[in-house]
């Protein structure tokens, strides 16, 4: 515990002193979302994948210390989740992973903003998240804190958070909370967000998932993703970073956004390969996507809680034996 306090109290000083000098890459944001300022664009090379438009580990200009310490937080945990949080990283997925220069990539789920949509309808839980909701969301599904739950850690549904350990007050939610709003601080930025949901698959392309063929998606994976991902989809070590897994019990688990098809095929067409995105075609990117869909991963515990008020997406294939429960699907 001393250690952490030494730590943490050369990071308020090292900030305090970052925070009066004037980054040049901190200007007033551009209109043109894919500036530097703004998002790093989704065709930069790998030399790139580290950096970060705004980084509070350069510069903090004109936040307090006790707020620049806590947006400092915020990115630690975003970057490096399961070493940061590991009280609630079931796994070795990092929020990096899915939104990759500390969410600050075009077309890869770019985060710049985004908190300017808040409060925002949840389908899955049937009603209006805050932006902490939907980081705790987050948390339990695809960092699969979940999988935590034998350690003495107290989880409920994000419908359900009254007494659980993770909870939108929780200090970890409020350190990414933090960093999020910070993307945005001080910017002219409203809640239209045009770079905000590019990564998805037209419904106009989407294949039935019973023509989708998984066995060729193996194919295409070993040949266009296993550079980086490793044929067992564990991910490669690139210098000192590595992709987060794609299945297994490291992986994210079966109840986040990236276990349903389409989603993860939207999110595959615009942004993988990471050096020659948009390369793949759309049924490329759904038999990819059907493959890692088939394989195993950590079971989201509450799945009979989701979708009560809505209709379970038919693309959602772990929730198999619920959808024939779900009345609204069978409509």
């Given at each position: 515990?001393?250690?952490?306090?030494?730590?943490?109290?050369?990071?308020?000083?090292?900030?305090?002193?970052?925070?009066?000098?004037?980054?040049?890459?901190?200007?007033?944001?551009?209109?043109?979302?894919?500036?530097?300022?703004?998002?790093?664009?989704?065709?930069?090379?790998?030399?790139?994948?580290?950096?970060?438009?705004?980084?509070?580990?350069?510069?903090?200009?004109?936040?307090?210390?006790?707020?620049?310490?806590?947006?400092?937080?915020?990115?630690?945990?975003?970057?490096?989740?399961?070493?940061?949080?590991?009280?609630?990283?079931?796994?070795?997925?990092?929020?990096?992973?899915?939104?990759?220069?500390?969410?600050?990539?075009?077309?890869?789920?770019?985060?710049?903003?985004?908190?300017?949509?808040?409060?925002?309808?949840?389908?899955?839980?049937?009603?209006?998240?805050?932006?902490?909701?939907?980081?705790?969301?987050?948390?339990?599904?695809?960092?699969?804190?979940?999988?935590?739950?034998?350690?003495?850690?107290?989880?409920?549904?994000?419908?359900?958070?009254?007494?659980?350990?993770?909870?939108?007050?929780?200090?970890?939610?409020?350190?990414?909370?933090?960093?999020?709003?910070?993307?945005?601080?001080?910017?002219?930025?409203?809640?239209?967000?045009p770079w905000r949901g590019q990564n998805?698959?037209?419904?106009?392309?989407?294949?039935?998932?019973?023509?989708?063929?998984?066995?060729?998606?193996?194919?295409?994976?070993?040949?266009?993703?296993?550079?980086?991902?490793?044929?067992?989809?564990?991910?490669?070590?690139?210098?000192?970073?590595?992709?987060?897994?794609?299945?297994?019990?490291?992986?994210?688990?079966?109840?986040?956004?990236?276990?349903?098809?389409?989603?993860?095929?939207?999110?595959?067409?615009?942004?993988?390969?990471?050096?020659?995105?948009?390369s793949l075609t759309s049924e490329e990117?759904?038999?990819?996507?059907?493959?890692?869909?088939?394989?195993?991963?950590?079971?989201?515990?509450?799945?009979?809680?989701?979708?009560?008020?809505?209709?379970?997406?038919?693309?959602?294939?772990?929730?198999?034996?619920?959808?024939?429960?779900?009345?609204?699907?069978?409509?």
């Amino acid at each position: 515990m001393l250690n952490k306090l030494v730590t943490w109290s050369i990071i308020v000083i090292a900030v305090s002193v970052i925070g009066n000098r004037q980054s040049s890459t901190q200007q007033t944001a551009s209109d043109n979302p894919l500036s530097w300022n703004l998002l790093v664009p989704d065709s930069a090379s790998l030399a790139r994948g580290w950096e970060f438009p705004r980084d509070p580990r350069v510069d903090t200009t004109g936040l307090s210390p006790q707020v620049a310490l806590q947006v400092l937080r915020g990115f630690l945990l975003f970057t490096d989740t399961y070493a940061q949080a590991e009280r609630f990283a079931g796994g070795k997925v990092t929020c990096n992973h899915c939104h990759p220069n500390g969410g600050q990539r075009e077309k890869a789920l770019p985060l710049v903003g985004v908190d300017k949509v808040f409060p925002e309808y949840n389908p899955r839980s049937g009603r209006l998240f805050t932006l902490e909701e939907r980081i705790v969301g987050c948390m339990l599904r695809s960092i699969n804190a979940t999988g935590r739950m034998n350690q003495h850690v107290v989880l409920h549904h994000e419908n359900e958070l009254d007494g659980a350990t993770l909870s939108p007050v929780s200090g970890e939610i409020q350190d990414l909370a933090a960093y999020i709003r910070w993307l945005s601080w001080n910017r002219d930025i409203d809640s239209t967000l045009p770079w905000r949901g590019q990564n998805t698959l037209p419904a106009s392309a989407r294949i039935p998932l019973e023509k989708l063929d998984s066995r060729l998606g193996q194919q295409l994976f070993l040949e266009k993703c296993a550079n980086c991902h490793g044929e067992d989809g564990q991910g490669m070590f690139i210098g000192d970073k590595r992709p987060g897994p794609l299945w297994g019990p490291e992986s994210w688990n079966d109840g986040a956004g990236a276990a349903r098809t389409y989603t993860l095929a939207g999110f595959i067409l615009n942004w993988m390969p990471y050096m020659n995105p948009g390369s793949l075609t759309s049924e490329e990117a759904q038999h990819i996507a059907a493959y890692i869909t088939s394989q195993p991963r950590p079971h989201f515990p509450y799945q009979d809680q989701d979708y009560l008020t809505a209709k379970i997406p038919v693309d959602a294939v772990y929730y198999k034996k619920l959808y024939s429960q779900n009345p609204l699907s069978k409509k």
